[in-house]
């Protein structure tokens, strides 16, 4: 008895650190997930502000048409949080629309962007991009007009710009989306599988095919508008100095009848 003692304490001390390490390294772990889970929620948060604030610095093009950027974000929450969160981001993003324009046409269409792109990415496709223009050539483009044309009652000149517009603007936002996602450690801050950084072939002949077709044709567009710009602004200047000519002819006509009406009262007086 007693001298197996001594080898009993001997195990009873190697299983006491044995568990003290086990209940080290689970708090450890516990630390390292509590860790994860709140670098995640400060990427999705600051990605959701940043959807909104995307829209809100905008750029305007044409009266009331405006370049938005709050698409790009809601593509990163989309491919990197699921389409549940990328749809409260295209929500977000949309709703300052509603104050911009005046209207919720562009809400319900960017929120139904985020939606089809987040459930593609979820069920089909891996590509976000090619999503994207499946999105605007099937459901976007068509629903734009039954919305700005049909319910909206806009002039069909007007929505035909949009229509060119707006797919093009949300389309260069998910290609910047997608090259932000392939060539930044974003993926790896927002602890997000490694695997949305994968690339393949026919994705970067996507991406460079999308960069060099709407590049040219985003400044074109923009090119095109500050014309449009500039001439409906000589259009109004040249009015407004025609209606103020013809006012001013007016008034000035009315002026010499009051005055010859009142000589001539003066001279009826004087008889």
Known sequence: ?????????EEVGANSHHILHLIK?????????????????????????????GNYFSIPIIFHLDWLFGSV??????????????????AIAGSYTILLWKHPYGFILFTLEAFFVGWGLRRRSNNLLLLD??????????????????????????????SLKNPVNLICNALVASLILNHTPIAQWSGRSPATKIMSFEQTLLNLFVTFVFIPTVILTIWNCDGATAQQERYILAN????????SRD?????????????????????
Request: proline share 3%.
């Open 251 to 271: 008034l000035r006509n009315w002026h010499q009848r009051s005055q010859s009406m009142m000589t001539e009262t003066g001279s009826h007086c004087q008889e």
């Open 240 to 247: 407004l100095n025609s209606t103020t000519q013809s006012a």
């Open 73 to 90: 974000f809601t593509m990163l929450v989309v491919r990197l949080y699921g389409w549940g969160w990328g749809t409260l981001s295209g």
């Open 1 to 9: 008895m007693t001298k197996s003692t001594p080898v009993a304490l």
């Open 133 to 162: 223009v499946i999105y605007w050539g099937l459901i976007g483009f068509p629903l734009l007009w039954l919305l700005y044309a049909g319910v909206g009652k806009i002039e069909p000149s007007l929505v035909l710009f949009m």
């Open 25 to 53: 390294l689970t708090y450890l772990s516990g630390l390292m997930k509590s860790h994860y889970r709140s670098s995640t929620s400060v990427i999705l948060l600051i990605l959701l502000i940043l959807s909104y604030a």
